[in-house]
């Protein structure tokens, strides 16, 4: 029998679901079995919890015939549940480091017989990744978070009473208070931080606005109604007060047209339960319990707004500039957004207005094929108009062109986004491409790299997502990482990359004549270099003596170069006269095209390292500066590790070790030809070359 039994229950928690499990596994207290409850999830968590248990044997996957709800998820958990005591984490929270050898040291010095009911030490993380204490007292523990996972029951006390979480919203309440009340007499508390909670942006009940809230002033009905002994109920009724305000005054949970019914609800809640010697507190309470018992909202306004004055000021303020901001953007184009949306028109832009590549350039010709009756227009920087295939319609990026074609089209299509705070019309449509799967940290995980985030504003990257309507994604990886980095309403599209179908589609005359358009004469092999940018220096530093490292790869093989395109009017990459066979190619236009005609890729941590799988080549991951970068942007995987699935192929972390590979043959092994399967396996699960089809086909209908 293991000494923790820890129930996980999942349902759309896809992108955080990994975090939450390793939470667990790493523990330094091993003695548990971890117990994944899938209630019916419509994304990957089945899968991703599948995965776990496939690898580690203290891991089970238990699977519910169709969506149930937490509290019966729980309820499966624990019924399947051997240990001796019962831990509950919801799928987005962690358990902190320690904090199950913290639990087990504290179970043991509690003396005999072990506590029916532990509590812990919990703190909350916002979607900012801002770390924020419980700040509750253990003085009373009826007055602890009554949530599932800020405690340890002891099983057989759990199962002896019935205890079982109901159906709906904030069922929590009635099996915890219970249990409280059940385990007076044998309750211990570990004053120590253990459960980290999640504050979702979106995708959870707390966090979503609704009349669902409503429900918690049954749960707690429920519970007085389950509680005979009138002091229990006495010692009740001041906790579950300060809980039904939390969630009436909070405008994540009752939203304002909501707000008065909800006061009405629990004023009468207040009424008919308040103990018959109930005094309301002293302090900032005590006037928001006396509007309950008097059943004047408007009082409680009146209180409200007195509390909260200063902080009212400021949100006005913050209001009156966002306020001033549309204004001026209405300025921009009033008339035009009070006309039709254009059905027949699409907007497209690439990498902040640089032209016609990545994914909406695949979508773009996709749908003049598939849906030719919709016009496609591109938006472009001033200083790029000059780079565009001949006959492109655009418009240029601020342009009275621009702001009327972002008014009336239907269609948004974007791999970054597009500038100048537009207002997203109802019915506008926008699909977020991306433009590459994630290595390095993304959108709110930026924050905490500075050197990454340097510029950025986090509030302006949440709007931008709120703007999306789609997400599109190349393998389950990213869909995880943009669902947690971006957290909105968006849907995720799992379709694949429209970039990437000419890997699929193209054919030996086409490659042929890419790579003599390159200069790569019959019979060469074209190495490829493409190293990505840093955020901690300033322009383009190879780290590689290019001519040098063409000189040992012979006349038989040509250097392709390419920077990344943040340095493309400052790489200028002149091979030495004596060799001629470094190419600098970092004005090309589309990187698909300088794939196709490379023969293997040497990269460090560049996105391009995942698409380039697709092609079957092989992969060289040259990173002398493995450390710098990781600790100065942060990355979601060691591509250095050598584990399948992570790295690419051959690995060189220093100029020598890259000649020698190529010296003697190691950058195409056997060995590496196992790890580019993997990977490929791994990062490029829906490519096939059709993906431009099925987007075009699921956005432009």
């Given at each position: 029998m293991p000494l923790?039994?820890?129930?996980?229950?999942?349902?759309?928690?896809?992108?955080?679901?990994?975090?939450?499990?390793?939470?667990?596994?790493?523990?330094?207290?091993?003695?548990?079995?971890?117990?994944?409850?899938?209630?019916?999830?419509?994304d990957a968590c089945g899968a991703i919890a599948a995965e776990y248990a496939e690898r580690d044997a203290r891991v089970r996957l238990l699977s519910t015939a169709a969506h149930a709800g937490t509290g019966a998820a729980r309820n499966a958990g624990a019924g399947q549940a051997c240990g001796r005591h019962l831990l509950f984490l919801d799928g987005d929270d962690i358990l902190l480091p320690g904090a199950l050898e913290a639990v087990a040291d504290r179970l043991a010095t509690a003396g005999e017989p072990?506590?029916?009911?532990?509590?812990?030490g919990h703190d909350s993380i916002d979607w900012w990744g801002d770390v924020h204490p419980a700040g509750v007292s253990f003085?009373?523990?009826?007055?602890a978070t009554?949530?599932?996972?800020?405690?340890?029951?002891?099983?057989?006390f759990f199962v002896r009473h019935g205890l079982r979480f109901p159906d709906g919203p904030y069922g929590d309440v009635l099996p915890v208070h219970q249990a409280t009340l059940l385990a007076a007499d044998n309750t211990a508390v570990l004053d120590e931080v253990c459960v980290r909670w999640r504050e979702r942006r979106s995708g959870s009940v707390s966090t979503t606005p609704g009349r669902h809230h409503f429900a918690i002033t049954e749960q707690y009905a429920y519970l007085l109604a389950a509680t005979p002994?009138?002091?229990?109920?006495?010692r009740l009724f001041p906790y579950m007060i300060r809980h039904l305000l939390a969630v009436l005054t909070d405008p994540g949970r009752i939203a304002a047209p909501d707000r008065a019914d909800f006061f009405r609800a629990v004023s009468d809640h207040y009424r008919t339960h308040r103990p018959d010697d109930y005094q309301p507190p002293a302090g900032e309470a005590g006037p928001r319990h006396r509007a309950l018992a008097a059943g004047s909202y408007a009082a409680f306004r009146a209180v409200r707004a007195a509390d909260s004055g200063l902080a009212h000021g400021r949100a006005v303020l913050g209001a009156g500039k966002k306020a001033l901001r549309r204004q001026v953007l209405r300025t921009a184009y009033r008339a035009d957004l009070h006309r039709p949306l254009d059905p027949d028109l699409a907007v497209y832009g690439a990498y902040w207005n640089r032209g016609v590549s990545c994914n909406p350039a695949a979508i773009h010709r996709k749908a003049r094929e598939l849906a030719p009756h919709i016009r496609g227009v591109w938006v472009v920087g001033?200083?790029?108009?000059?780079?565009?295939?001949?006959?492109?319609?655009?418009?240029?990026?601020?342009?009275?062109?621009?702001?009327?074609?972002?008014?009336?089209?239907?269609?948004?299509?974007?791999?970054?986004g597009f500038p100048g705070g537009f207002t997203k019309r109802p019915g506008q449509i926008y699909l977020q491409t991306h433009h590459g799967t994630p290595l390095k940290t993304m959108g709110l995980d930026q924050r905490r790299y500075p050197a990454g985030g340097h510029g950025i504003s986090f509030a302006k990257v949440l709007d931008h997502a709120d703007q999306w309507d789609y997400s599109l994604s190349a393998n389950q990886h990213s869909t995880e990482v943009w669902e947690r980095v971006y957290p909105s309403t968006y849907e995720a599209l799992n379709l694949g990359y429209p970039r990437n179908d000419v890997y699929f589609t193209s054919a030996a005359d086409d490659i042929a004549r890419i790579r003599a358009g390159l200069g790569i004469e019959p019979g060469q092999r074209a190495v490829l270099y493409a190293p990505t940018h840093r955020d901690y220096q300033q322009g383009f530093h190879p780290r590689l003596d290019l001519a040098r490292f063409a000189d040992l790869l012979g006349p038989s093989c040509v250097l392709l170069v390419r920077a990344h395109y943040y340095y493309r009017e400052a790489a200028h990459l002149a091979p030495r006269p004596r060799t001629g066979h470094v190419i600098d190619v970092t004005d090309h236009p589309s990187t698909e095209e300088l794939a196709l005609a490379a023969d293997v890729l040497i990269t460090d941590y560049s996105s391009l390292m995942f698409d380039y799988a697709c092609l079957d080549r092989p992969v060289v991951v040259y990173a002398p500066d493995w450390q710098a970068y990781r600790l100065s942007r942060g990355t979601y995987l060691d591509p250095l590790s050598g584990r399948l699935g992570d790295t690419p192929g051959a690995i060189a972390t220093s100029e020598p070790e890259l000649r020698d590979l190529f010296r003697h043959d190691g950058w195409d092994t056997d060995a590496t030809a196992k790890l580019r399967e993997a990977f490929r396996a791994r990062f490029c699960p829906y490519e096939d070359g059709r993906a431009a089809e099925r987007v075009v086909r699921r956005v432009f209908g």
């Amino acid at each position: 029998m293991p000494l923790f039994s820890v129930v996980v229950p999942v349902y759309r928690v896809q992108g955080y679901l990994r975090e939450c499990l390793e939470s667990v596994l790493n523990q330094s207290c091993g003695d548990f079995e971890l117990i994944v409850v899938d209630d019916h999830s419509p994304d990957a968590c089945g899968a991703i919890a599948a995965e776990y248990a496939e690898r580690d044997a203290r891991v089970r996957l238990l699977s519910t015939a169709a969506h149930a709800g937490t509290g019966a998820a729980r309820n499966a958990g624990a019924g399947q549940a051997c240990g001796r005591h019962l831990l509950f984490l919801d799928g987005d929270d962690i358990l902190l480091p320690g904090a199950l050898e913290a639990v087990a040291d504290r179970l043991a010095t509690a003396g005999e017989p072990e506590p029916d009911l532990l509590l812990l030490g919990h703190d909350s993380i916002d979607w900012w990744g801002d770390v924020h204490p419980a700040g509750v007292s253990f003085d009373d523990p009826l007055g602890a978070t009554p949530a599932a996972w800020n405690r340890v029951f002891r099983r057989d006390f759990f199962v002896r009473h019935g205890l079982r979480f109901p159906d709906g919203p904030y069922g929590d309440v009635l099996p915890v208070h219970q249990a409280t009340l059940l385990a007076a007499d044998n309750t211990a508390v570990l004053d120590e931080v253990c459960v980290r909670w999640r504050e979702r942006r979106s995708g959870s009940v707390s966090t979503t606005p609704g009349r669902h809230h409503f429900a918690i002033t049954e749960q707690y009905a429920y519970l007085l109604a389950a509680t005979p002994d009138a002091a229990d109920r006495a010692r009740l009724f001041p906790y579950m007060i300060r809980h039904l305000l939390a969630v009436l005054t909070d405008p994540g949970r009752i939203a304002a047209p909501d707000r008065a019914d909800f006061f009405r609800a629990v004023s009468d809640h207040y009424r008919t339960h308040r103990p018959d010697d109930y005094q309301p507190p002293a302090g900032e309470a005590g006037p928001r319990h006396r509007a309950l018992a008097a059943g004047s909202y408007a009082a409680f306004r009146a209180v409200r707004a007195a509390d909260s004055g200063l902080a009212h000021g400021r949100a006005v303020l913050g209001a009156g500039k966002k306020a001033l901001r549309r204004q001026v953007l209405r300025t921009a184009y009033r008339a035009d957004l009070h006309r039709p949306l254009d059905p027949d028109l699409a907007v497209y832009g690439a990498y902040w207005n640089r032209g016609v590549s990545c994914n909406p350039a695949a979508i773009h010709r996709k749908a003049r094929e598939l849906a030719p009756h919709i016009r496609g227009v591109w938006v472009v920087g001033s200083r790029y108009r000059d780079r565009l295939p001949e006959g492109t319609d655009h418009v240029i990026e601020g342009s009275r062109g621009y702001w009327q074609v972002m008014a009336r089209a239907t269609y948004l299509v974007n791999n970054s986004g597009f500038p100048g705070g537009f207002t997203k019309r109802p019915g506008q449509i926008y699909l977020q491409t991306h433009h590459g799967t994630p290595l390095k940290t993304m959108g709110l995980d930026q924050r905490r790299y500075p050197a990454g985030g340097h510029g950025i504003s986090f509030a302006k990257v949440l709007d931008h997502a709120d703007q999306w309507d789609y997400s599109l994604s190349a393998n389950q990886h990213s869909t995880e990482v943009w669902e947690r980095v971006y957290p909105s309403t968006y849907e995720a599209l799992n379709l694949g990359y429209p970039r990437n179908d000419v890997y699929f589609t193209s054919a030996a005359d086409d490659i042929a004549r890419i790579r003599a358009g390159l200069g790569i004469e019959p019979g060469q092999r074209a190495v490829l270099y493409a190293p990505t940018h840093r955020d901690y220096q300033q322009g383009f530093h190879p780290r590689l003596d290019l001519a040098r490292f063409a000189d040992l790869l012979g006349p038989s093989c040509v250097l392709l170069v390419r920077a990344h395109y943040y340095y493309r009017e400052a790489a200028h990459l002149a091979p030495r006269p004596r060799t001629g066979h470094v190419i600098d190619v970092t004005d090309h236009p589309s990187t698909e095209e300088l794939a196709l005609a490379a023969d293997v890729l040497i990269t460090d941590y560049s996105s391009l390292m995942f698409d380039y799988a697709c092609l079957d080549r092989p992969v060289v991951v040259y990173a002398p500066d493995w450390q710098a970068y990781r600790l100065s942007r942060g990355t979601y995987l060691d591509p250095l590790s050598g584990r399948l699935g992570d790295t690419p192929g051959a690995i060189a972390t220093s100029e020598p070790e890259l000649r020698d590979l190529f010296r003697h043959d190691g950058w195409d092994t056997d060995a590496t030809a196992k790890l580019r399967e993997a990977f490929r396996a791994r990062f490029c699960p829906y490519e096939d070359g059709r993906a431009a089809e099925r987007v075009v086909r699921r956005v432009f209908g």
